[in-house]
């Protein structure tokens, strides 16, 4: 089994020599960097083009938000999830708009940290369930505006309702975007994100993407 490339960015050191050590116990990780600071975080991503970078998030010398977004910027392909003490909501979003791709408190058990590593190579987005309530409040409160959007008054005059993440992902179906970067948008994970799809489908009576769009384009 090919090895997975990890970069540790955490301003303790006694922290990431500790997960170095619980990681490197299974066979197939390799942490093959620290990183002290955001800068550095920078740097070794570079130098070294880990999978995975575990990203704190308060750290001196540009914090990991930032580096986050410019590690991202440059190489898209390499995942980050932040590791953090951190369940504050404005670093949540802040750190998913900036291209992370999950969120993990440090105080997760090593099998959660173990198990989201390969969950997010997979290509799902890491959102425990302490830290979904966040995001869930964060999309219900960025409601859309009934009073000037024509398609909401064309699918009500079908007697066509949906619940408001329903009615997010459907807007952004129409717009071509894809279940995973859907899921990203949204802060979902892609198996919650082909859930709410079906259910789309079924109040439109259609089976594939392509039908609901033409459907949808239709009204």
Do not use: W
């Amino acid at each position: 089994m090919k090895p997975i490339h990890i970069l540790i960015a955490d301003d303790q050191p006694i922290f990431c020599d500790g997960l170095a050590a619980i990681l490197e116990i299974n066979d197939n990780f390799r942490v093959i960097a620290k990183a002290y600071n955001g800068k550095e975080a920078v740097e070794k991503a570079k130098e070294y083009q880990p999978d995975i970078v575990l990203m704190d998030i308060r750290m001196p010398n540009k914090g990991g938000l930032i580096a986050t977004k410019e590690i991202k910027q440059t190489y898209p392909h390499i995942i980050i999830v932040m590791l953090t003490t951190f369940s504050n909501d404005a670093y949540i979003l802040q750190a998913i708009k900036n291209g992370a791709n999950g969120y993990l408190l440090k105080d997760s058990e090593t099998d959660q940290i173990i198990r989201s590593i390969r969950d997010s190579l997979s290509g799902q987005m890491i959102i425990p369930s302490s830290v979904h309530s966040v995001l869930v409040d964060h999309l219900n409160n960025n409601d859309y505006d009934k009073s000037t959007d024509y398609l909401y008054y064309q699918l009500a005059d079908k007697n066509l309702e949906f619940t408001k993440t329903e009615y997010h992902i459907l807007k952004l179906l129409i717009s071509g975007k894809k279940n995973k970067e859907i899921a990203q948008e949204l802060y979902l994970s892609i198996g919650t994100v082909k859930n709410y799809v079906s259910q789309i489908y079924k109040k439109l009576d259609v089976r594939t993407r392509t039908e609901a769009i033409l459907l949808l384009k239709e009204l």
